[in-house]
């Protein structure tokens, strides 16, 4: 059979133009076998996969922000997410990753005011609690063991006693009470519960003011500066800097 012949033939046009269909169609989704494989998906599995999706960032928004998206929020967050499979699947991960929703909820906007408000609040009461102990060894303390608590007694050092003024201690306090100084570290925010679940009731301010003040006075905080080469002074936020540094300046000499 002739060449041109055979072009004629209605089976050799139909294949033709099936070809051409496909190369279009390779052409236009750039022969991405993900969308290739979205074509064949049924409205059903579409469904499926709009609600995993539409639960996935339902999940991220209790995490992040403790509440449920409005409608607006989840239509426009799906309609993004439509627009970029990658970062769809990512979502999906991180919503069904234990670490990953851990994380994220701890950069939730209200857990870190809360923390912040506690973290302040335990600070106040660390600052009272050590200034009122001071202040009572001040009025008439001696180089005799002190008794912080029942239980726990120390040997002050004589060097730290005869320090121990008005002005030293209200440093303190102004110290503990900053939020930066971020005084009640892990140790008593771990043994406090700990200690709760043995019958013993006590609270983390408590533990902390009592683990400055052992610290404090027995002078382990500025040999613990001493031998890192720090040079350790408790001044006041609220007094100027010129007479903080003539007041550091002094104490040096």
């Known amino acids: ?33 993900s969308a290739l494989y979205a074509l064949k998906l049924s409205g059903e599995q579409q469904r499926q996969a709009e609600q995993a999706l539409s639960a996935a960032v339902v999940t991220i928004y209790d995490d992040l922000y403790s509440r449920r998206p409005t409608a607006e929020e989840l239509k426009q967050a799906l309609e993004f ?44 009461a660390v600052s009272r609690m050590v200034g009122d102990f001071l202040r009572s060894l001040a009025d008439g303390s001696s180089g005799r063991p002190i008794e912080i608590t029942v239980g726990l007694t120390v040997e002050p050092d004589p060097a730290v006693l005869a320090r121990l003024d008005e002005p030293a201690i209200g ?6 009470r900053e939020p930066e100084t ?26 902390t003011a009592q683990a400055f003040l052992a610290d404090y006075l027995t002078g382990h905080l500025r040999e613990e500066c001493q031998k890192n080469s720090i040079d350790y002074r408790l001044l006041s936020t609220s007094t100027p800097l010129d007479h903080a540094l003539a007041s550091y300046l002094s104490w040096r000499e």
């Open 171 to 176: 440093s303190i306090a102004s110290w503990l």
């Open 182 to 207: 971020l005084c009640s570290n892990c140790a008593p925010n771990a043994l406090a519960p700990m200690l709760g679940q043995v019958g013993i009731s006590v609270s983390r301010e408590t533990l």
């Open 81 to 124: 997410l439509r627009r970029s499979p990658q970062l769809a699947h990512l979502m999906e991960r991180l919503s069904a990753s234990p670490e990953s929703r851990w994380r994220l909820r701890q950069i939730n906007p209200e857990r870190v005011a809360r923390r912040k408000a506690e973290a302040a609040r335990i600070a106040d």
């Open 1 to 33: 059979m002739r060449i041109d012949r055979w072009l004629q033939l209605r089976r050799t046009k139909a294949f033709c133009i099936g070809l051409a269909v496909l190369f279009g169609a390779e052409q236009a989704w750039g022969a991405d076998p």
